[in-house]
């Protein structure tokens, strides 16, 4: 072996080293940064395993791309299969656009080749961001690979496989076609094959036009359709468009310089070989290090910039909500007192879904009356209950917590009716079919629920979990043996006022289940925390004696608080309080916020600086201001209420 191509192989070994260590660095941070539970979280649907599913994708163009992705996307259910999903997507992609660019210009162009990968993975710092964009463009450059490696020199040949590509790519990837005619038009054109651009460019123009009229059903638009990203920011939109644009761009620029150099004209006219180019790098020992050390800094660059964290703090919580995660939950809040979500004087818009969540996490350690105000609230929001229809039709996630919360609540029949505009809203989301498996069984209708079931039992990700309750369902119809549906029985509410919306009457629908099952605690505290918010403390002290059949050590804090307000403004004394006495403690701190009020209270500024330290967490400070002070919670013993268990 000479020295040139020792050196020349040494410069190949430090290149294949960099490389697998970019991709390294990728699964690690996908990993651990991203976390691909959270795009699942986001993303899941029901995967089945069976031929009527692919129809669903193999009767349309761009189907094959589609189904690709739903597949890579059920594998982020397990977070390091998805993550190695992902970048072995951007893996591929790097291969297949180095082979490309090294047919198109003769010689490796390894940190060019690089550049659609890494765009694909910081992209997916968005958790919504679809990996068909990725699995598109991926089809898209094999299928230019192939075409580009043809060796047939006459127009007819080369026009025929190009048809034949085209058929193929239409159907993989649908409107992409168009980019696949491009490239193949670019390439064409560098060897003057005119003609035979022109008639490539035709064919792709007018493909999904037929594909549309005679093949598939479905509109031209729909044909000529490209994967997109509709609910990013302009930069996800920037970095979509740079990632199709790659392909003719990076094209057009190695085909110009394979051109220029044969001309003469380039920096490195005059070397005999590829190889002769990269010993001039290695000479120096400089460029090529200088250059990948550039292209490592521009992508840690571009993920730093892209990455929001504070966005990923709000769908982890959300994580942590539909998975009954509670003590996670009320932690991870704790520990990020400073995010922006939770400035409850900035309003209720970006609050709303997570103080529902709070609230229901507070309940479930059986905190809700007492530290309901140590938390997050905000007068006039609709978070307690979900109360405003108007809100929930401008954030789809709130037709999931309602169908939980509703469930929970043992109303049944808006459960169904949620569930279902859930369904109508997020397709085949696996929630949707194990909520209705329960309201079927709870309604007596067996039946329905062992179709839901036998859907599910194709599924990649639930199917155990389908065929285990179709064994018990057909030992048990009822389901007798389980001890929320028992509980959730004996709250449902029937008659009449089983059909009229809880947004339009929560405190008639919650009374009337109080009068069911006086026993319903959920009931009785979202109710007394719906009068709290509403700041109708005189409620709360005419229902106190609610508080019987609940056999409460003592009367909820916030509720005392209420009380002693009640008692303050009205002067009445002798309420019922089913045998409990309001503690010492509360009324020796409501006598010490009397106090800093009657000092303060003709300046609001100063008198939420004192309040806010030592009453921020009181249904006083709420009361006053409208919003709570989001101060350190009380320490109680919480009682874990209902750890509850949701299917992920």
Request: charged letters at 20%.
């Amino acid at each position: 072996m000479s020295w040139q191509q020792g050196q020349s192989s040494r410069y190949r070994r430090q290149n294949r080293v960099l490389t697998a260590g970019l991709f390294a660095l990728f699964y690690v941070y996908i990993l651990f940064c991203v976390d691909p539970r959270l795009t699942y979280h986001l993303q899941c649907r029901v995967f089945q395993l069976n031929s009527a599913f692919l129809a669903e994708f193999a009767s349309k163009p761009g189907g094959i791309a589609a189904y690709l992705a739903e597949f890579f996307t059920q594998l982020d259910y397990y977070p390091w299969i998805g993550a190695l999903a992902l970048t072995g997507v951007a893996l591929s992609l790097f291969v297949s656009t180095a082979s490309m660019l090294r047919t198109v210009g003769g010689r490796r162009y390894v940190l060019l080749s690089l550049v659609p990968a890494a765009l694909l993975v910081v992209l997916h710092n968005d958790h919504a961001y679809p990996i068909e964009v990725g699995v598109s463009v991926l089809m898209v450059t094999v299928a230019f690979w192939v075409y580009a490696r043809f060796t047939f020199r006459g127009t007819v040949p080369r026009l025929g496989a190009f048809a034949v590509l085209a058929a193929g790519t239409f159907y993989a990837v649908g409107g992409m076609v168009l980019l696949f005619a491009l490239v193949c038009a670019l390439f064409d054109a560098r060897e003057r094959r005119f003609l035979l651009m022109a008639m490539c460019v035709g064919i792709a123009s007018v493909l999904p036009l037929a594909g549309a009229w005679w093949l598939f059903s479905v509109t031209p638009q729909q044909a000529y359709a490209w994967p997109w990203f509709t609910e990013g920011d302009w930069a996800s939109a920037a970095m979509t468009v740079a990632l199709y644009a790659f392909l003719p761009v990076s094209v057009s620029a190695v085909a110009l310089h394979r051109w220029l150099k044969s001309i003469g004209l380039d920096s490195s006219a005059g070397t005999a070989s590829a190889e002769d180019d990269v010993l001039r790098e290695e000479d120096s020992g400089r460029p090529w290090r200088i250059r990948w050390g550039a292209f490592f800094v521009a992508v840690a660059l571009a993920v730093f910039l892209t990455f929001d964290r504070d966005e990923q703090v709000l769908l982890r919580l959300d994580r942590y909500a539909q998975h009954g995660q509670w003590p996670e939950l009320l932690a991870s809040v704790q520990r990020h007192k400073s995010h922006p979500a939770f400035d409850v004087k900035q309003g209720i818009d970006r609050t709303t879904l997570l103080v529902h969540d709070i609230n229901r996490a507070l309940y479930h350690r059986g905190d809700l009356l007492i530290n309901m105000f140590a938390f997050p609230q905000v007068g006039g929001s609709p978070s307690l209950l979900l109360s405003s229809e108007e809100f929930c039709l401008k954030n789809r996630r709130a037709f999931i917590k309602r169908s939980d919360l509703f469930f929970e609540l043992g109303q049944i029949n808006e459960t169904e009716r949620v569930t279902h505009e859930l369904w109508a809203s997020f397709g085949n989301h696996p929630l949707v079919f194990r909520r209705l498996v329960d309201v079927n069984v709870l309604k007596g209708r067996p039946h329905a629920a062992r179709n839901y079931l036998r859907f599910m039992e194709h599924s990649l990700l639930y199917s155990s979990w389908a065929k285990g309750l179709l064994e018990e369902l057909e030992r048990d119809p009822q389901l007798s043996g389980n001890a929320e549906l028992a509980r959730l029985r004996n709250c449902m509410l029937r008659g009449d006022l089983a059909g009229a919306p809880v947004y339009k009457v929560p405190e008639l629908r919650l009374m009337s289940q109080l009068d069911v099952n006086p026993t319903n605690r959920m009931a009785f505290e979202y109710l007394m925390a719906y009068w709290l918010l509403q700041g109708e403390h005189g409620k709360v002290a005419a229902n106190i004696g609610r508080i019987a059949p609940l056999q409460y050590p003592r009367i909820p804090r916030h509720c005392e608080e209420a009380l002693l307000l009640h008692m303050s403004e009205t002067g009445k004394r002798n309420l019922n309080v089913a045998g409990h006495e309001i503690s010492a403690a509360s009324m020796q701190r409501f006598g010490g916020f009397q106090q800093i009020v009657s000092r303060f209270g003709h300046d609001q500024g100063q008198l939420w600086d004192a309040l806010m330290r030592d009453y921020g967490n009181t249904y006083w400070f709420y009361e006053r201001f409208g919003v709570t002070g989001f101060g350190e919670p009380v320490q109680v013993l919480s009682r874990n209420v209902d750890s509850g268990a949701s299917l992920p």
